[in-house]
């Protein structure tokens, strides 16, 4: 069980264009999903997080417009990236955890989706 | 906000032998403490992970300790295998809806034969 799937693994776009990474919960329903960026070696910085149903929670230094959240239910969360740029070159990886009282803090991880802008 | 330490940065052990890893914590409220093993181009795979409420927590070969006084916990990879060469991540969040993972900078381990 808990699994998280992710989509695309991988794109190559180019300058300007937008691209659009899902994050869904397979087995279970995540009330909340997190987006993390993670750059070659290393730590995965976490961007934002999710809600179904509200607003995400941008972590400082990340811009909202740029990189738009959408949780419109239980087991999807999308991220946008907006006229992306070659520094936006990354590999960008989701997760969720259970919702529900007692359902514990842990979180399960999609398998990313490498973006790499021309 | 929390701030999370990882040590050392990359560890390189015979096969057979123990690796630790060592992590601190900053923010004295958090009471969540998983450690994530990533092979290189794959998602963090959860390996283990420990409340405040325990101390110490064991699964085969890989164990986790916590000292909550000093703020640091510490995992162990007993008689290591060249499967375990990854990087390993440990976090740190409090528990609770609006909780989040804070990482470290990650250990890159290294299994030589």
């Known amino acids: 069980g808990a699994v998280v799937s992710q989509h695309p693994s991988w794109v190559i776009c180019k300058s300007g264009t937008s691209v659009k990474i899902e994050c869904r919960s397979l087995?279970?329903?995540?009330?909340?999903m997190f987006w993390y960026r993670q750059f070659p070696k290393q730590s995965l910085m976490l961007m934002a997080t999710?809600?179904?149903?509200?607003?995400?929670?941008?972590e400082q230094g990340v811009e909202k417009d740029k990189f738009l959240i959408n949780h419109a239910s239980l087991t999807l969360s999308t991220l946008t990236v907006t006229s992306a740029h070659p520094e936006d070159s990354s590999f960008y990886i989701c997760?969720?955890?259970?919702?529900?009282?007692?359902?514990?803090?842990?979180?399960?991880f999609g398998p990313g989706t490498r973006l790499l802008v021309l | 906000g929390e701030n999370v330490e990882q040590h050392p940065s990359t560890l390189s052990v015979q096969e057979g032998d123990s690796a630790v890893i060592k992590c601190t914590y900053s923010?004295?409220?958090?009471?969540?403490f998983p450690w994530y093993k990533q092979e290189l181009g794959k998602r963090p795979q959860l390996i283990i992970d420990?409340?405040?409420?325990?101390g110490e927590k064991k699964d085969q070969r890989i164990a986790v300790t916590l000292n909550k006084t000093a703020k640091h916990f510490s995992l162990h990879i007993t008689e290591t295998q060249p499967e375990d060469s990854a990087v390993y991540f440990c976090?740190?969040?409090?528990?609770?809806?609006?909780?989040?993972?804070?990482f470290g900078t990650g250990t890159r381990l290294q299994v030589t034969l």
């Open positions: 420990i409340r405040s409420n325990v």
């Open positions: 087995d279970f329903q995540a009330t909340t």
């Open positions: 999710s809600n179904e149903g509200s607003k995400a929670t941008y």
């Open positions: 976090a740190a969040s409090m528990t609770g809806t609006a909780s989040k993972l804070t």
């Open positions: 923010d004295s409220a958090s009471n969540y």
């Open positions: 997760s969720a955890r259970e919702g529900g009282r007692g359902r514990g803090e842990t979180q399960y």
